[in-house]
């Protein structure tokens, strides 16, 4: 499966998480099928956001709320990896459900995105998806 993204909004993501190296930066994406037609910025408000993320619970719960209400559909989250790879980590792996939502990945040098299943090929949990930028 291809996931597209537009070439303005994977900017917009490089560049915050460029502005805040010292924390992992998150949000949301929405859009639907295999492409992201929006982004979301969240407070992360993991105990350690230098190392973990977690989407602020009141941005996730406003966003699904508004999804309810005919707006876009949360189809799944972006965080950064100020440290390592694009790679889900095995934190990663233990926070996300198998729903099928996309993880977009941003590391210094690279994006990555992946799809949270049962019995993926990463930490069991995540399997890769191809990310055109268009
Ligand atoms: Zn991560």
Known sequence: MTVEISSLLLAKLQAAVAATPEVERCGLLFG?????TDISFAENSAAHPQRHFEVDPAHLIAAYRAARSGGPAVIGYWHSHPIGTAEPSPEDARC???????WLILSALDVRVWRAVDHGCVHGRFEPLTLAVV
């Open 32 to 36: 639907a099928g295999g492409r992201v």
């Open 96 to 102: 996300a459900a198998p729903d099928g939502s996309l």
